[in-house]
């Protein structure tokens, strides 16, 4: 799993979180909670083993999820 497939997968979980947290949100306040999302999740033991950890089965898993808890199941 490279780098930039973890940075995928941290980018649609913050887009999901925020989501489902904010449905209503502006496109505004959609890229600044993403980016605080995507803070929190790379400082998150599962995200930060990633590149070793993650099986590209997990991968494809997670990037078709729709929801965060489907997307952490994907993980697991």
Known sequence: MSQAQCDEIVGHYAELVVREK??????????????REQSEAR???????????????DYTCAMAAKT?????????
């Open 22 to 35: 904010l449905p209503d949100a502006s496109a505004e306040v959609i890229s600044k909670e993403k980016e």
């Open 43 to 57: 400082g998150d033991e599962g995200f930060k083993n990633c590149t070793t950890e993650i099986e590209p089965s």
């Open 68 to 76: 965060p808890d489907v997307l952490e199941a994907c993980l697991k």
